[in-house]
């Protein structure tokens, strides 16, 4: 080996650990902030409906069903290195339903509320992209999760509320996430982002006035989630 090939080696292996860490320094950004949007499941059971039945022009009996639309807030934190970034996402999911009614005027009135709490806690591989001639970045990743869930149906009659039906279950979902940040102020971002997650457990919900449990299987708490935000990069 001559002493060229020698030089050259050794400059190589002097000038590449800085071009790797130039590479991985590219757009090297940490990213937190908050989100708040609407919940839409997608599975019938979640979904449900709603009803009310009459008699001679008056509610004789009431049908609720899943928990339909509900809301979101949640944190996040992302860490970019290059292109790609790993995202940690928690917060809470409130789908709700409440149907009421009151057998005629100055009749009683009876209410039921059904009341699904998630908290999930997801960890997600992003890739953003820059959009040319635009302040906007875009981004999308998949990712997994687990999602702490409590399912509840509240029963009122003449103001008095009791629990009816009660369960709770943790299971492993994934989720596909899209959106786009857009700078307003120095390290401010607004943020817009929409989230698909597929979320599948078997329920078991107890009946607290007789401990009769009633099992649903393969229920999919998941669905779409659109979100508005606010991030901070640094």
């Not at 789908?95 to 009614?101: D, I, Q, V």
Request: hydrophobic residues 35%; glycine residues 12%.
């Amino acid at each position: 080996m001559n002493k060229r090939t020698i030089f050259v080696i050794g400059m190589s292996l002097l000038v590449a650990p800085s071009h790797i860490s130039d590479l991985f320094a590219q757009g090297k950004a940490f990213r937190v902030g908050i989100q708040a949007g609407a919940f839409i499941p997608q599975y019938w059971q979640i979904q449900g409906w709603e009803q009310i039945s009459y008699s001679n022009g008056s509610p004789t009996s009431v049908t609720v069903s899943g928990f339909g639309d509900g809301g979101e807030l949640n944190l996040f934190g992302t860490y970019y290195f290059s292109d790609w970034g790993a995202t940690v996402r928690t917060g809470v999911r409130l789908p709700r339903r409440e149907l009421s009614m009151s057998a005629g005027p100055g009749g009683w009135r009876e209410s039921y509320e059904n009341r699904l709490t998630v908290i999930p806690l997801t960890f997600s591989l992003t890739r953003r992209a820059s959009v040319n001639n635009s302040k906007f970045s875009s981004y999308f990743g998949i990712g997994i999760g687990l999602y702490i869930s409590r399912w509840e149906q509240k029963h009122s009659r003449e103001g008095a509320e009791r629990t009816w039906l009660k369960g709770s279950s943790t299971p492993i979902g994934g989720n596909l996430t899209a959106g786009f940040d857009y700078p307003l102020y120095s390290h401010l971002l607004i943020n817009c982002e929409a989230e698909y997650s597929y979320v599948k457990t078997d329920w078991e919900i107890q009946n607290v006035d007789t401990n009769e449990r009633i099992e649903l299987k393969n229920s999919n708490i998941g669905g779409i989630s659109l979100r508005l935000g606010l991030a901070f990069e640094f």
